[in-house]
């Protein structure tokens, strides 16, 4: 099935124009979050870099973060998440998901809805990027984080935590 004018020619690819607003300026901001598919609970920070420093400073804001609770976290295999330097709060304790599995993270379920909310945005600045990420994080009710990650596994007999 191809394209075309009216007078019935084929339209080449040339012809094609995608129809967005663009803006190629590259300046950066990561959310760092966590979410509870137990009890809808969120715990996000907005942070100027990803690297295992501002991971360290995610941790330690998140142990900080009903501190008598033990967070589970399914992490990837991300360099950041395994750094040497990491010391990791007594409250939190990281499990790994195997390599090039994000399906088995249930925070991979947010961080879909709001890069699809993301799409075609433009943003004159990192102010404007920040009140949207700010949007997306209200936006997220424990509700919406229960109907997104509660995977059935998570619920499973089979975990041991050492």
Same mark, same amino acid.
């Given at each position: 099935m191809?394209?075309?004018t ?14 967005? $607003? ?5 300046? !950066? ?5 966590a979410?509870? @598919?137990?009890?809808?609970?969120? +715990?996000?920070?907005e942070?100027? #870099?990803?690297?295992?420093?501002? !991971?360290?400073? +995610?941790?330690? #804001? +998140?142990?900080?973060y009903? %501190?008598?609770?033990?967070k ?7 360099? !950041? ?7 990791i @709060?007594?409250?939190?304790? @990281?499990?790994f998901i $195997?390599?090039?599995?994000? #399906?088995?993270n $249930?925070? #991979? ?8 909310a ?7 600045s990192l102010?404007? %990027?920040?009140g ?11 509700q919406?984080? %229960? ?5 059935e596994?998570? +619920? ?7």
């Open positions: 191809g394209l075309f009216r007078n019935g020619r084929a339209l080449t690819a040339k012809g094609i124009k995608p129809v967005c $607003p663009f803006q190629q300026v590259f300046q !950066f901001t990561y959310a760092f979050g979410f509870s @598919p137990i009890n809808g609970n969120k +715990f996000v920070l942070l100027p #870099e990803c690297s295992s420093r501002t !991971f360290q400073l +995610f941790l330690d #804001e +998140f142990s900080q009903n %501190l008598d609770e033990l589970i976290m399914l992490l990837d295999n991300g360099a !950041f998440h395994k750094a040497q330097s990491l010391k @709060p007594d409250n939190i304790a @990281p499990v $195997p390599p090039y599995s994000p #399906e088995l $249930p925070a #991979e379920k947010i961080w879909w809805t709001w890069k699809r993301f799409t075609n945005q433009l943003f004159a102010d404007q %990027l920040s949207f990420i700010e949007t997306q994080v209200i936006q997220t009710t424990p919406k984080i %229960l109907s997104l990650c509660r995977y596994y998570i +619920f499973s007999n089979y975990w041991t935590i050492v």
